[in-house]
């Protein structure tokens, strides 16, 4: 464990690897009958091409260093029930790609100035650029700045002579859902929807999709909770149910700003067992009853419902239960387009305006907290107490994950309130 190996890499620049941890194997090295290979823990539910060229580095450096080959590395993960191990080869393919990586990684790292943006943007999110690539996107008007263009239809965009927002905007849209219909169906369908958005995005201004309510169910309600679950995806463990409590205001509109709001974290601990969880649950839930229940995104619906399954609830109860939970984000992709250049909580709750109180704090960092809340909590020493800030921090984390939500779903009930004449007060 805690090697740390060194070797020429190209260019005659010098490599260094920490692989966290070797197995020992049979075979022949330098020390006798046997050899070691790398083992790589794995983050995430798929071993992926970071996660090969990584080995691939270990296994290279560890072959001189051992003066054996390394021909397979091990990918080990917990997926919440049981241990994986998987065997990977690092043959001359996966050799041939880590050195043209780390030929490209030398001239990037010479670099003072990011290299060319990347097609696919998703990743941009682990990397140290990020903020001026994001500025250099926007102002270039990069495709990728085009919400619903990935990687792969931006290429099919340049392959056409589209290379911009403004490109894209000024397209036709049915010449577009013609030449992109050689590649697929589904690239012919999107073609209008694509024009559409980069025209929203280019204008600055929202454009309503459909006249109906985007939110009906706030027309009546008395209150409302807001709900965000945090979730430990490896573990498959939703460790955190946070809901804020709304109420309407007695002229009968919604409160703008909820200030810090009425928050309750319920926090899901193996050792208590689900049942418990979701007594809880149904406990609070119960003691609001028929208040919509507003989430961002399908997870938390999903996840409430498949609970309430496993915990016996019966079809009559879940035909209560599943009216009540709203998913913002599918209502405000159904009823409008936005200039943003991803309909995600963080962009859209930004563009109108609500800044998280915690920066720099992600869902990632969250879980990383969670992880050692975990570990140390019972630790009397200044570990135990960091860790006990650290799930203060996560508590604050997912308030304003739901006070983020509001901030949309507020929007989404002033922009139904201008629509219908005579109901309720006047927005501001
Ligand atoms: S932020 Fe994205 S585009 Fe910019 S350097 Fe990093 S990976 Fe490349």
């Known amino acids: 464990m805690g090697l740390r190996i060194r070797g020429p890499g190209p260019g005659g620049a010098e490599l260094q690897a920490h692989p966290a941890l070797l197995e020992r194997v049979g075979g022949a090295s330098r020390w006798g009958d046997f050899a070691y290979r790398p083992v790589l823990a794995r983050q995430g539910r798929r071993v992926t091409r970071e996660h090969r060229l990584q080995l691939a580095l270990w296994g290279r450096l560890l072959a001189d260093h051992q003066q054996a080959d390394v021909p ?11 241990f994986q191990r998987e065997s990977l080869a ?113 204008q600055g201004k929202p454009e309503r999709l459909d006249p109906g ?41 919604w409160p703008a700003d909820l200030g810090e709001g009425r928050y309750q974290p319920l926090l899901a601990l193996f050792e208590h067992g689900e049942p418990l969880l979701w007594q809880r649950l149904r406990r609070w839930l119960d003691h609001y009853p028929l208040w919509p229940v507003l989430h961002y995104g399908e997870t938390e619906s999903i996840a409430l419902v498949r609970l309430a399954r496993r915990q016996g609830a019966t079809d009559a109860d879940i035909d209560l239960l599943r009216p009540r939970l709203v998913d913002v984000h599918a209502r405000l992709k159904r009823s409008w387009r936005l200039p943003v250049s991803s309909y995600g909580l963080k962009a859209v709750a930004s563009w109108l305006g609500f800044a998280w109180s915690q920066k720099g704090v992600d869902g990632a960092r969250c879980l990383l907290w969670w992880r050692q ?42 922009q139904d309130s201008k629509r219908v004449a005579g109901r309720g007060p006047s927005p501001a």
């Not at 500025?135 to 619903?148: D, F, I, P």
């Not at 009906?216 to 809901?243: K, M, N, Q, T, V």
Request: proline fraction near 3%; include cysteine; glycine fraction near 10%.
């Open 90 to 202: 690092l043959g001359a393919g996966l050799q041939h790609q880590l050195e043209e990586s780390l030929v490209r990684l030398q001239g990037d790292l010479q670099r003072t100035w990011p290299p060319a943006l990347v097609s696919d943007r998703k990743k941009c999110t682990l990397c140290s650029w990020r903020g001026l690539c994001d500025q250099a996107a926007a102002a270039e008007g990069h495709l990728s700045e085009v919400s619903g263009i990935g990687g792969k239809r931006r290429e099919l965009l340049l392959e056409l002579g589209i290379a911009s927002l403004d490109g894209l905007a000024a397209t036709d849209p049915e010449q577009l859902a013609t030449q992109l219909e050689v590649h697929g169906e589904q690239h012919r369908e999107i073609a209008a929807q694509l024009v559409a958005q980069a025209r929203v995005q280019q």
């Open 373 to 414: 809340w975990r570990y140390w909590r019972h630790e009397p020493g200044p570990r135990g107490r960091a860790s006990r800030y650290q799930l203060d921090r996560i508590f604050r984390y997912n308030r304003d994950d739901n006070l983020a939500t509001w901030t949309v779903a507020h929007w989404l009930w002033l």
């Open 72 to 82: 397979q590395g091990l990918v080990v993960a917990g997926d919440g029930r049981g």
């Open 213 to 253: 309510l985007a939110l009906s169910e706030l027309d009546s309600a008395p209150g409302l909770l807001l709900y965000d679950i945090e979730s430990d995806p490896d573990a498959r463990d939703d460790f955190l149910h946070g809901f804020v409590v709304v109420k309407r205001l007695a002229d009968g509109s």
